[in-house]
């Protein structure tokens, strides 16, 4: 994994400025990856991927030969719906096909991460609540196994609601999961945190704890606009709390390339965020709801399909960063 040191990634005022007409095309409910085919008009041989940029090189992601410490990545978006969970699992299991170890921390009360790997909330005894709010509870021994080969998870189910409200009371409740966490960090090389559609409590705890964030932004207008907000409460992250707090990367989700209104997005997005986002971008496809109903990331429901393909992408991105 990328040991590099760089600065944290600023996201210029251009974006509270957006503006885009809202013309849309159809919703077709499909999507995969968009294969790159067009040049971008000064190097014939340059192509340009999805963002309209040209493909940036790459490099094979490293062997590694020991584990740890890992690096934590917030997978966070105060707007629902836009791909956190369903990029958090893919993006586990594509990192653990380059050989790293991953920890997938449910935060969500939902407990829809837990859920998708296959584990039914309701029926769990002890789950992240109980480790954040008890402290006889043992990380180790909540955190568990999944199909997937060097991928555990940390599940959750609906009494973490509770904690928001218990952790009001508490001295360094921003700090909690990092508490959390610490005991288990040198065992894995990554901790993904599927955070909850909101900024409040829990989610300013996921970036405490965090090295980097990961913003899912779906290409639809109204995404767009809510990600300043998003943005001020990563600032005062930073500034308060967590120092070392930057952002990985903007990852466009549900990208139609057939619609006018998902391409202007996408214009928008690369003209704000510049080299923060993704060569990689997620397209609408009938495969990511099938995964959920299979309990299973879509690296193992269906390796060969071009949306397992756009997650090992992104975890190549990842690493490199």
Known sequence: ?????????????????????TETGGDS???????????????PKAKLGPTGRPLREIPEPPELDRHGPARVVAMCNQKG???????????????????RRVLLVDFDPQGALSVG????????????????????????????KTSVDNVDLLPSNIDLSAAEVQLVAEVGREHTLLRVLRPV????????????????????NALTAADGVII???????????????IDTIEKVRERLNPKLDITG????????????????????????????????INRTVRF???TVAGEPITRWAPRSAGAAAYRALAREVIAR
């Open 1 to 21: 994994m990328s040991t590099s040191q760089e600065p944290a990634r600023r996201v210029p005022d251009s974006l509270s400025r957006v503006s885009i007409a």
């Open 29 to 43: 409910g499909e999507f995969d990856v968009t294969a790159p085919e067009e040049t971008n008009g000064k190097d």
């Open 81 to 99: 719906g836009v791909g956190k969970t369903t990029s958090t699992i893919n993006l586990g299991a594509a990192l653990a096909e380059y050989g």
């Open 117 to 144: 790997l296959g584990i039914q909330p309701h029926e769990l005894d002890q789950t992240v609540y109980n480790v954040i709010m008890e402290r006889s509870v043992d990380v180790e021994g909540v955190v568990r």
């Open 185 to 204: 960090m040198d065992r894995y090389d990554y901790v993904l945190v599927d955070c909850q559609p909101s900024l409040g409590l829990l989610t300013v």
């Open 216 to 230: 899912p932004l779906e290409c639809e207008f109204f995404s767009l606009r809510g990600v300043a907000l998003l």
């Open 250 to 281: 903007i990852l466009a989700t549900m990208f139609d390339p057939r619609t006018l209104h998902s391409k202007e997005v996408m214009a928008r997005v690369v003209e704000a965020f510049g080299d923060t986002v993704f060569d990689t971008v």
């Open 289 to 291: 709801p099938e995964t």
